[in-house]
């Protein structure tokens, strides 16, 4: 059984729904040869890599959900999310043009009426987006940051799941001032691995209180001059 049938049975996930995903191997290869999507081209690597490292948040999103996926790129980890969770809605945001012509083609072969894609700098969106319940982000940028680009788009009470590596306690240590000034607060980390063995971690965190005025900053102010 190859690697994402095997993650598909072990969570009780349908696993006739494998073959949207491999639709999304071919779009992925296909586009992938137009402009750079991602280094990661064999199949076992991009379920591995891709597509079971991105349902590795599948428990953190609840039925109704309303997701939004910041510098979503190529799709993870909401295309995969959203296959698996048909009962919630998925927003994709990315910078780039070409990649939310990628993200449209893929929504429309694989019939997923429960995404939609728009292109916007993170800034700019969040500045009128501010009701979300889950914000999802992976290889976005570092913590401090990515608080920046996704508190504000929280409604009070709303978590972002932030898909992090083996650096993340590093990151956890310099974001002490962004999570003071965003209001938000780490309340879970889970420790685990893909099958091959790396290290991932998905970290949650809560916003408890409105996010003030002024965030996230324009004129890319949270990669040049982040909350440290």
Not at 10 to 26: A, T
Not at 57 to 64: E, K, P, R, V, W
Not at 71 to 90: E, M, Q, R, T, Y
Request: glycine share 6%; aromatic share 8%.
């Amino acid at each position: 059984m190859d690697i994402l049938q095997q993650f598909l049975k072990e969570h009780n996930i349908d696993s006739s729904l494998s073959d949207k995903f491999e639709k999304y191997f071919e779009l992925l290869v296909e586009w992938n040869e137009k402009f750079n999507l991602t280094s990661i081209t064999q199949k076992d690597e991009v379920e591995q890599k891709h597509f079971v490292d991105s349902l590795l948040g599948l428990d953190f999103i609840n039925s109704g959900d309303k997701v939004c996926d910041i510098g979503s790129g190529a799709g993870f980890p909401s295309i995969p999310l959203a296959i698996v969770k048909p009962d919630c809605n998925f927003t994709l945001v990315d910078s780039l043009a070409k990649r939310v012509g990628f993200l449209n083609e893929v929504v429309d072969q694989l019939a997923l009426s429960n995404c939609t894609c728009l292109h916007s700098r993170a800034e700019d969106f969040a500045a009128n987006h501010k009701d979300f319940d889950i914000c999802v982000a992976r290889a976005v940028a570092p913590l401090p940051t990515l608080l920046e680009y996704t508190l504000p788009l929280l409604k009070v009470g709303g978590k972002l799941v932030a898909y992090k590596g083996s650096n993340v306690q590093e990151e956890i240590v310099s974001s002490s001032k962004a999570l003071d000034t965003l209001k938000g607060k780490i309340i879970e980390k889970v420790d685990t691995c893909l099958p091959n063995g790396d290290y991932r971690c998905i970290l949650i965190v809560q916003k408890y209180a409105p996010t003030p005025k002024g965030f996230p900053r324009g004129k890319n102010k949270p990669r040049q001059n982040p909350l440290v």
